[in-house]
C-alpha cells in the first residue's frame, strides 16, 4: 500500500457493505494483464455466492439425471436430502459413527463448485473481487486505481472439533484497536483469518462440531448467523464471510465432548450417515480406497467371492455390535479398506495376484491386523478378541460358501461334477485328495462340467482358476459330505453309489 490512509478514512470503508459494478469497479490485472472480468471468459468465477454455485450445478444435473455425489458409494436417500438443503443454503450436520464417509461427503459437496475463482491477488480469505470482505481488500477496490487478481483453487477447509482450539486458530487475530493506534491495513495484528474465516467461498468442514469449545461456539454462532464479529476490544465488525457450512458429529463420542450449542445446532440440517447399505457397496468402497488402487491407478484382481469373505468379516463384526453390544465402537470403512490391503499385501508379498485362503493367515492373523485395533470387546464379555474375530471369519465363510454352492454349483450333473472332481485328486486312503496347486490345472482344464463352471465363475487366468476350485471345494466341504478339508488338502469320496445319497 503506497498511501498510508488515516483511520477516519479506514472507517469510511470498515463498515461498508461492498458491492462493484462493471462502472464502480477498479481496473482488474490477472497475472500483470488488463482483464475484463464481466466478459464471458471470467464472469463465472466471481459474484456468485457457494448457493448460487450449488443451485446451477444441482439444476444442471437434474435435466440430465447425473449424480452430482460419484464419489460416494451408494446413499441415494443422504444425497438426495444434502442436495435439497444446500439447495437453500442450509447448512447441515452430518451425524454418524466414524469412519462412514462424513469427511468424504464433505468433499463431495466442495466439488459442486468451480474448480477454481477469482480472487483478490494474496487476500488471505480470497476475497471475490467485486464484493470483498477483508479490511484490506475493501479499500484497494475503493480506492486504489488497479487491483491484481489470482486464480484460487476450490476450497475445502477442514476445522478441526478441538477441546484447545483458540479463538485465533478459530476466528483469528482482528483488531479495530490497532487500526486506531496507526498500524497499516493489511499488518498482521490487524487481521490473521482463522480457519472459519478462510473458508470463505468454499466448504468449511466443522469436524465434530460439538468438540468445539462452547464459549468459541457462541462466536462462531455470530460469525455464521449474524455474518459478524465482536472483536477483543468490542467493536462489532461485519465479516460477510460466504461459505457452505457443513459439520459431523459422531455419537458415540458424546462422553468426554460438550455438546453442539441449541442456536448452532438449531440453524443446521441433521442428516445420519451410517454404513454401507449392501455387501456390494461396502466391497466397492473398499476396492477404490485400497492402498494398491490408489498406488497403481487400477484395482487388483480379487474375485467376488474373496472380496464378499473380506466384506462380510466387517459387516458381521457391526452386527454383533448392535445384536449383543459387545463391541464398543463400530467397525467403520477403514475396517474394510484396510482388511482388503492386509489380505493383498499378503498375495503381493508372494508374488502372486489373485487371493487364497492362505493369504487370510494361519490363523487369520491378517484379519486380526485389520480389526484387531478397531474392536475393543465389553468389559465383562465372555470371549476374547482373538476368538471373536475368528467366529467373524467362520460365519463369512460359511455364508459365501453357501452362496457358491447355491449360485453355481450344477444340480443336474452333480454326480459328473464329483467324479471329475474325484478323478483330479490323487487317490488316498477313503477317496482321492485334491491339492489346490498349479500342476492341477491342466487336468482341470480337460474336465467338462468344472470347467464349465470355473467359466460361470469367470476364472480365466490360471490364478483365478485356482482361487475359484479352491472356493468350490470349500463350499462343498461346508455344504456336503461328499468332500472335507484333509492335510491341506481337500479329500473327495468315492461315489460309487451316489444315486443312493441324497444331495
Ligand atoms: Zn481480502
New binding site residues.
Partial sequence: MSYKPTFSEVESVLYADIRLTKGSAPKFYLGGKEIDIWSEEFLAYHSKSTTDYVRERILQAERTGEDVFPDIVGKKREKELVKNALFSGSPILFRGDRGFGKTTFSKAIAKLLPSKLLA?KD???H?DPTR???F??KWRVTHEERVELEWVPRIWVRIPGDPMLTTRQLIGGISIQKLREGYELDHPEVFIPGRALKANRGVGYFDELGAIPSSMQTMLHELLEEKQITTSEGDIIPMKIDAIEIASTNPSNYRGTSVIKEPLLDRMEVIEIGPPESVEEEIEIALRNMYYTKRFGQRPPIPEWHARIMAQIVRFGRNAQKGRAQLSAALSCRATIKLFDHVYSRVERRGGRVPMFKDYGENYEMVKLALGGRIELEYGSRMNKDDFISALVAEALKAECKRIYEDYLPREQFETFLKELYALGEKVDGGSLIRVEKDIIPSLRRTKTVSALLTRMKAQDDETTLSAIEVVLNSLSHCSDFVSKFDHGYLIKEVRDFAKTSL
Fill in positions: 483478490i487476500c488471505r480469505i476475497d470483498p470482505v477483508c484490506s481488500c
